[in-house]
């Protein structure tokens, strides 16, 4: 049997079959190909099956017994894998938001599907898919681990608004300090009064800044259905990543609160927490009480547990009180059921994304 050394397609299978065709030709089982080329049958076993690779030495053995060229067989192996990695490459990319990142300008847009595989591994600051896997394994474990079969994301989409989160968070913030976080809860807490994102985002971001956590605000990509997540970044600094992802004011301040609870409670144990519709855990129970808690202070429980729908005008006035706004109140109330879902929701903030500044703005 002659093979040119210049054949050389870019076959998807393995070279095993290449292999296997040739010995069926001359007659040959693993046993006697073994014994006439000095390789060992396990070699020649694991070539057939696609599970092992031609060494340099298996190639030579195996052109001076079949009278191919070495070449041919080194080549063989290397179109084989170049084939794998494009075949992952391409599988991994099908699964990245990449139409989303370039709306929303966090990649180049190309129409050859080798440079949009480039642009996402620039994005993630890794040379190649399998690099990836291995950079992005807390990060991946988490995002699948997080969320319920009812939580409606993507795990790529995840980690993906995960990393920009990391791009954009501030890299020279203060020292991490819980003490100072603790310390600032009630100013933070009271901004929740002012209903203009524009004017309190910048205030938030200041204070959590001076405690050493990094704010982000960000829109999700197509297939993240996450509303907030606290994880660190390389330096071990946390950042507190929030999607807005019901557009009002009630929902915006709880998921904050919940994940400074997190950040307060659980960061010791370096975990990442993404929040959406979660499986119940421990930790996801205690965040929840901690905003609980610090939404609606123990002393003044028993009073909003007294409120109900027909004392509406005493709303505004209670939660000028305690210091929150009217609609996160409502909110409350909500899920405590002392109104149902559908009353008072006037009484709540609405925001909307700026398409023109990708900022959160007041409805």
Request: some cysteine.
């Amino acid at each position: 049997m002659s093979i040119s050394m210049d054949f050389n397609p870019d076959w998807v299978s393995p070279p095993g079959h290449t292999l296997t065709d040739i010995m069926c030709e001359k007659g040959l089982n693993i046993t006697e190909l073994a014994i006439h080329t000095g390789i060992s049958e396990f070699e020649i076993s694991t070539v057939v099956d696609g599970s092992g690779r031609i060494s340099p030495n298996i190639a030579e053995s195996l052109s001076l017994f079949l009278g191919t060229s070495k070449d041919f067989w080194l080549n063989r192996d290397s179109f084989y894998l170049a084939s794998l990695e494009r075949q992952e490459s391409v599988e991994w990319f099908e699964a990245i938001p990449y139409q989303s990142m370039v709306k929303n300008g966090w990649v180049p847009k190309f129409k050859k599907i080798e440079q949009k595989i480039r642009a996402c591994l620039d994005f993630f600051a890794v040379d190649s898919v399998q690099q990836w896997f291995e950079e992005y394994e807390d990060l991946l474990h988490s995002a699948a681990f997080r969320t319920s079969k009812s939580f409606d994301s993507v795990t790529e989409s995840t980690v993906t608004w995960l990393q920009k989160g990391r791009l954009d968070s501030d890299h020279n913030p203060s020292k991490w300090s819980r003490d100072e976080l603790k310390g600032r809860l009630n100013r933070i807490k009271k901004l929740s009064i002012l209903k203009d994102p524009e004017i309190f985002i910048p205030i938030l971001r200041k204070e959590l800044l001076a405690a050493g956590v990094s704010f982000v605000l960000l829109k999700c990509p197509q297939g993240c259905s996450a509303s907030g997540a606290t994880y660190f970044d390389k330096h071990s600094k946390p950042i507190l990543l929030m999607s807005a992802r019901y557009l009002s004011d009630d929902h915006f301040w709880f998921t904050l609160f919940h994940e400074i609870g997190h950040l307060l409670l659980h960061s010791e144990s370096g975990q990442i927490f993404i929040e959406g519709n979660c499986e119940e855990s421990v930790e996801e129970n205690e965040a929840d009480e901690f905003a609980r808690n610090l939404i609606i202070p123990q002393e003044h429980f028993d009073e909003f547990m007294a409120l109900t729908a027909k004392e509406w005008r005493k709303f505004p006035r209670f939660a000028k009180k305690i210091g929150i706004s009217t609609g996160l109140l409502v909110g409350q109330m909500q899920f405590f059921n002392l109104i149902p879902p559908s009353y008072f929701n006037k009484f709540k903030a609405r925001y909307r994304w700026c398409i023109e500044s990708d900022h959160l703005v007041c409805k």
